[in-house]
């Protein structure tokens, strides 16, 4: 074997998860070499996220996927690699096998069979987890031929970047963002019916049903969360990177719109969020705006759980306050702000206007794989931040 078998080559690579159920979770990794080190891409429709903590040991190689704390461990031979997709932070091991193939670009079959069934538009879902309650979802796909992407929008977040294809009448949708694995497969009833399979990592399931319905909608983001009877403030204390004790009650935040963000280097849709309020937050905070993220990570040891955050904000860029405030519990963070009626959803963001009060309180993030319910988001985010700077 030469030195370079065990190298990975620029180039499209088709890789396929193993879920337990023996369903491929398939998608596509793109290499390159930039400043002569080789950088990799996980590609999921328009989205293309840089990864680029890559370690090569003998015939193996780590690939630290971004910001979350999770690797491809691999052996490359040649135009084949072999593997699992680790996560590093769940309390039971967590390891799904994948096998990769170089020169594929094809995410499900090369040559599908001809579409014989139209998936475009809006569609009003049920999912069911096993042995879980049911909840309410808005499918949305696009089809061109053969070719299909989408998303599912759910009250507390979106799955993201969907990409597949529609082959005779069968749906295949699938993502990875490093952190989730998700495939999705949909087959009609009738013209205006669907059945479907949610797969999701090492062995997770649930059963979906969708119905045609362009005015389906879900309940208003706004309209979820909300304070307790007799609140109309927040208060909160937790130690920042540094381990430095920070009160939203300093004087730092005294006379300023302030937003609250309830956030998780674990998590995709944080990252979308996030993705969004840093570079808001540089163009905006000569305008009397501070933005505090709470961080409820893992691990419940602070130094791993700033290690996570610090990572985050170095990758994301954020320039904002980020504070240690728990462990990545709905329940501890509904414990570590009594004001609130719950926390259903990370992330969830919290606007405070100059005179301390809150504002409004936003469930959960409809990020920009969800196309023009993102942008409906932005507008109603900037004109609400317009509103509350302007006081």
Not at 224 to 234: D, H, Q, R
Request: overall charge negative; glycine content about 10%.
């Amino acid at each position: 074997m030469t030195s370079t078998d065990n190298t990975i080559k620029p180039g499209s690579w088709r890789v396929a998860l193993q879920h337990a159920e023996g369903k491929e979770i398939p998608f596509i990794m793109e290499a390159e070499e930039k400043n002569g080190k080789t950088v990799l891409y996980l590609v999921n429709g328009e989205e293309r996220i840089l990864v680029d903590d890559i370690e090569q040991e003998g015939d193996s190689v780590k690939i630290g996927l971004h910001i979350f704390d999770a690797d491809l461990i691999a052996k490359v031979e040649g135009d084949k690699m072999a593997g699992r997709f680790v996560k590093n932070d769940t309390q039971e091991p967590y390891a799904v096998p994948f096998t990769a193939e170089h020169g594929q670009e094809n995410r499900f079959a090369a040559n599908p069979a001809p579409a014989n069934f139209d998936y475009d538009g809006k569609w009003e879902v049920v999912f069911t987890p096993r042995g879980g309650e049911p909840y309410v979802a808005i499918g949305e796909f696009k089809q061109d031929g053969n070719y299909a992407t989408g998303t599912f929008l759910t009250e507390t977040g979106d799955y993201r970047y969907l990409e597949g294809q529609v082959a005779g009448n069968e749906l295949q949708l699938s993502t990875f963002d490093g952190n989730h694995a998700y495939l999705f497969t949909a087959t009609p009833d009738n013209d205006s019916t669907l059945t479907g399979n949610f797969y999701a990592g090492m062995s997770g399931y649930e059963s979906w049903t969708g119905k045609r319905n362009p005015d389906a909608e879900l309940a208003s983001a706004d309209s979820l969360t909300f304070l307790k009877p007799g609140y109309e403030t927040l208060s909160f204390t937790f130690p920042n990177l540094e381990g430095e004790q920070v009160s939203l009650s300093d004087d730092k935040y005294k006379g300023k719109v302030v937003i609250v963000q309830l956030v998780g280097s674990w998590c995709p849709n944080c990252m979308d969020e996030t993705n969004f309020l840093a570079p808001y937050y540089d163009k905006n905070k000569d305008r009397g705006l501070e933005i505090i993220g709470l961080g409820f990570e893992r691990s419940p040891e602070f130094d791993q759980a700033a290690a996570r955050l610090k990572k985050m904000q170095e990758r994301l860029n954020v320039n904002y306050d980020l504070l240690v405030a728990g462990v990545s519990d709905k329940a501890a963070a509904a414990e570590a702000l009594p004001a609130l009626n719950h926390v259903l959803s990370f992330p969830t963001t919290i606007f405070i206007g100059r005179d301390g009060k809150v504002r409004k309180i936003h469930t959960g993030f409809s990020g920009p794989g969800t196309g023009k319910y993102y942008d409906e988001f932005v507008a109603d985010f900037n004109k609400t931040m317009e509103e509350l700077l302007a006081e």
